[in-house]
């Protein structure tokens, strides 16, 4: 509830800036995780918060050597 409740905000700004992952199978998920969040579950969501939050931090590239 707190990711699509009050952490919303948050998390959509995350998601919708520049990121280091595909974007349309992100906003996939959380489309999906919105409309039924038992079915996604939100430590996918979560997960996938904290690694692009981690490569905007860290200026890390997913899929670099």
Do not use: H, N
């Not at 959509?12 to 039924?36: C, G, I, S, Y």
């Not at 905007?56 to 050597?65: E, K, L, N, S």
């Amino acid at each position: 509830v707190w990711l699509a409740g009050p952490l919303r905000p948050w998390a959509e700004d995350l998601l919708r800036a520049p990121a280091p992952l595909a974007r349309a199978p992100v906003m996939a998920l959380w489309q999906r995780f919105l409309a039924k969040p038992q079915a996604v579950g939100y430590s996918r969501i979560l997960t996938l918060l904290s690694l692009i939050a981690w490569c905007r931090r860290t200026g890390a590239v997913v899929g670099a050597a």
